[in-house]
Each structure stands twice: as C-alpha cells, then as structure tokens.
C-alpha cells in the first residue's frame, strides 16, 4: 500500500481524535525511524519521551522476548519473577520505597491522588480533602488526571471534574501558600513542566513546596512522567535539586516502549494510605511491562545514559543558544538534559510539519514552544545533523 492509502485505510475505522501528520511509520533503528515508502527521519521525540534507548536496542529486545516465550501475564493475584525485579528497580532509581505499576501516566496519577487522599482521611478521620496543582500543568486525560491539569481547553467540555482541586501559579511559592487550607492533602506539580511549555522548576520553588508540605503534613506529589528516566541528567529530575518527595509518578521512558507507568512513595506514605482492596488494576505490571522496566533502567544504568545526556546538554545548549540568536522569532529557549524547548512567535505546528517534510521528528508544547525530546544515545553527530535539518527548515520562515 502506497502511503495514502495507508492513511485512508486508517481513517475509515479511527476515531478521528487525534490530528495525526501525514505519516506512516514503519520500523525504527538507532536513532532513525523509516516510513513505509523507505524515507529515513532523525529522532527528535522519543514516541513523546518514552524511547529513551532509541530503536532496535539489542539487549532490550531480548530481555522482551524472553519473557513473552516466558509467561505474558498472570495478574496481580500471585507473584512473578519480573515483577519483584522491576520493583527493587524503580526503587533505585527513585529513591523511594514502595512501588505500584500502572498502564499508563494517567492511572499514575489516579493513583496517587487515592494515595494523599487516603492518606489525609487516616490522618484526619474524615474525608473531603483538598490538592494543589498548578497552572498550565498536564498530568493526562483521565477525568482524575484533567481535574488536576491547569489547562482550561483540556477541562471545559468536561465539567464536572473531581471537586476539590485548586490551582496555584508554578514557580510561585506565595501563590501556593494562599491555596493551602487545613483541608490540602497534596501539592502536586511536573518537576518539569512538559506540555505546558517547558518550564523546569525552580530551585527555590520547588525547595520552599518541600518546606510548606512538611510545615503542614502535606503530600508532595512530584509528576516525572516525562521529564524522569534519565531525560534532565539524573534518573529522576528531583534528583537536580534537594527535595524527595513523597509520591512520585514516571511512565513513559520506564517501559521505554511497553505501556506502564507507576507511583512510588515513601515507606511511610505505605504505611498510612492505600490498604488492600483500596485499588488495583488487572495489567499493571505485568509480565511482560515488568521485564521491560526492570531491562529499562539496569540498561539505563550499565549504560550511564542519565550521564551522557550531562556530558551532551552544553553542546545542546549552545546549538540551541545559536538559533535564538539566529532568527528573530526564535525568542528564547528553556530547558534541562535533553528536554528543551524554543519559545516561537512563528507557527510551531508549521515548524514541525516542515520539519518532517525536511526528515527530522520534533514535537511541540502548549501553543509557542517547539519541543525537543531526543533519545538519551544522541551523540553529537546526531545533535549536528538535527539542527542542520532544524536550520533549513526555520531558514524557510
Ligand atoms: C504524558 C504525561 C502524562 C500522561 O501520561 P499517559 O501515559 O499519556 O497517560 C502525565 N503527566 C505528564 C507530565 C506527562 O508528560
């Protein structure tokens, strides 16, 4: 089938909910991805952050592959081998205590909205709890997860969402102090935040969240389902600044290709929150997610990848420092490792459209930002090529 065709075929039986680009994917290696007709692409987007060790990684196929020849699923009614590795994994790499897996960032968040609920109705006897999130803030399309997500095109349709919910301005500590209430069981916020535009926590903000939460007995809810798994040069983005919070959530690059997600908190939110029977899910972490996740971050590991995107960011920088000085609609850029974003007073979709035409997969991020979110393996030579392609493409505006 010629690409159009592919593209009717698909469009007869999808519910038109996504905008897809006029292409169709095929295979991938490295950093390369190919469509149908053969046309090779440079990897600047990760399938939106998740592959995190590009295509085809040799090791990561493998260990896939022996656990379907293994056992695919069994439910979360009896141990399995992978499951228990995977957890001591993202223990490490956390640096929390208490793993559940999830099928997706959403249910993460789900999840850890029960876990401070739950949490504030032991500690308090009765329910009726509030959280804190942030403005232009995105935690996915759940009805739970758009309660928190500080984007009113994402909500309004909507209504009513989950109650309780209040929205603070990120990087403003005072905004947050005059949301909190005896009645906040969380503040939750994107160490980084993704979809909103690229906006990296301050250091001092997310240092003075920490001190309000313990002054109150609030849970901190870190969001690092994006920007966590290697991307800002440490396993997980907290991990830049001197704060652990009490939940987090990762998804996307934890998988690095399978479905799951999960929450990770400290032993004495376990303690004191979700008990058997409070929640469950028939997939999460399965067999299959759960080889993937334990593969993911002991390669992630052997590798040194959240090293490598250290050792990478300057040069990212300065390439991305040029084109801000280059093009004048090219206003500013912001960022951390390799989740970067340029701040565009051109149309970003055009950008990105371009960009694919040209061989190069970008993203972009709220309605002016071009995003960048290339696989942790990237080497200079593909950070070259990138820019070489991103040059042409904005040369044209
Ligand atoms: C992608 C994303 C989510 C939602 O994850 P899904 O797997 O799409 O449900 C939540 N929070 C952040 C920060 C994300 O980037």
């Known amino acids: 089938m010629t690409k159009e ?36 692409y440079l990897d600047f987007a990760s399938g939106i952050g998740v592959m995190a060790f590009g295509y085809g990684n040799k ?7 022996q656990q379907i020849d293994c056992i695919l699923h069994t439910s979360n009614l009896y141990y399995h081998p992978a499951l228990c590795e995977a957890a001591d994994g993202v223990a490490r790499a956390t640096g929390l205590d208490k793993v559940f897996f999830t099928n997706s960032g959403a249910e993460a968040i789900e999840g850890a909205i029960k876990t401070a609920k739950k949490y504030a109705f032991l500690r308090d006897g009765f329910a009726g709890h509030e959280i804190i999130a942030m403005s232009h803030s995105f935690h996915g399309r759940t009805v739970g997860a758009v309660s928190v997500t500080g984007n009113d095109h994402y909500r309004e349709p909507f209504y009513p969402l989950m109650d309780g919910v209040k929205f603070a301005t990120f990087n403003d500590l005072e905004s947050v102090k005059a949301q909190i209430t005896d009645k906040t069981c969380a503040i939750l916020m994107e160490t980084i935040q993704g979809e909103g535009g690229i906006y990296p926590a301050e250091p001092r903000f997310l240092e003075g969240v920490r001190a309000l939460c313990d002054e109150h007995d609030i849970l901190l809810i870190l969001d690092e389902i994006q920007c966590g798994m290697g991307r800002s040069g440490k396993m997980y983005a907290y991990q830049n600044y001197n704060v652990r919070p009490d939940i987090v959530t990762t998804a996307k690059a934890l998988g690095a290709g399978v479905p799951v997600g999960a929450f990770v908190v400290t032993e004495k939110v376990a303690k004191n929150s979700l008990k058997p029977g409070d929640h469950g899910t028939t997939y999460g972490g ?36 040029e084109v801000t000085k280059k093009y004048s609609f090219a206003t500013a850029h912001r960022g951390m490792g390799f989740m970067q974003g340029i701040v565009l007073t051109i149309p970003v979709g055009e950008v990105v459209k371009k960009s694919l035409e040209k061989g190069l997969v970008v993203l972009s991020a709220g309605s002016d930002v071009l995003r960048l979110l290339p696989p942790l393996i990237a080497t200079k030579e593909d950070i070259d090529k990138g820019f070489e392609i991103l040059d042409s493409v904005l040369a044209e505006f």
């Open 286 to 321: 399965n067999p299959l997610v759960c080889a993937a996740v334990a593969k993911s971050i002991s390669l992630m590991e052997e590798m040194k990848l959240p090293e490598h995107v250290s050792e990478m960011t300057p040069y990212l920088e300065e390439k991305l420092e």
């Open 59 to 65: 090791a990561y196929n493998e260990a896939l592959k």
């Open 5 to 40: 065709e592919y593209i009717d075929y698909g469009e007869q039986h999808l519910f038109h909910v996504y905008n897809r680009f006029p292409v169709v994917f095929h295979h991938g290696e490295g950093m390369n991805l190919y469509d149908t007709d053969g046309k090779e």
